[in-house]
């Protein structure tokens, strides 16, 4: 996993001075996973996009992206105030290759876990439908 403690191109900026505010249970996470400041890409864009702008980003790896467009997702889940519906998808992330597919995966799940009234599932390409909605329906027999 990431975290500031391997990130040298960090901002003075920390998750907890961001406006608008992160809640308290994604600021938990950051900092369970190690992530104290925001790297410019996190400073510039996570505001933005919590607050429903669209945003294009290009930056080297280890940039920071994943974070940087997987918390404003889970605040804005988090924000809604209706319950979702049995197979309701809340949110979709799309990546070109399984190994990015499967990195940002492992990046989102501390903080999707935040969330009382969702799951996190991976599926990717090259994969029989049949075999997918296997694995949605073994999800669906797992608590939250």
């Given at each position: 996993m990431y975290s500031d403690l391997h990130n040298k191109a960090l901002t003075s900026t920390r998750f907890s001075e961001l406006n608008p505010p992160l809640s308290d249970l994604v600021l938990q996470a950051l900092?369970?996973?190690?992530?104290n400041f925001c790297t410019p890409v996190q400073a510039a864009t996570i505001p933005l996009l919590c607050t429903y702008k669209d945003v294009i980003v290009d930056a080297a790896t280890g940039s920071g992206k994943t974070v940087a467009f997987v918390i404003p997702l889970v605040e804005i889940l988090r924000r809604s105030s209706s319950?979702?519906?049995?197979?309701?998808?809340?949110?979709?992330?799309?990546?070109p290759t399984r190994e990015?597919?499967?990195q940002i995966y492992q990046v989102a799940q501390p903080f999707i876990s935040t969330l009382s009234n969702g799951k996190l599932m991976l599926l990717v390409g090259g994969v029989d439908v049949k075999t997918d909605m296997m694995k949605i329906k073994e999800e669906e027999r797992q608590p939250l």
């Open positions: 900092s369970h996973s190690g992530f319950n979702p519906k049995p197979h309701q998808v809340l949110g979709v992330i799309i990546s990015l597919s499967s």
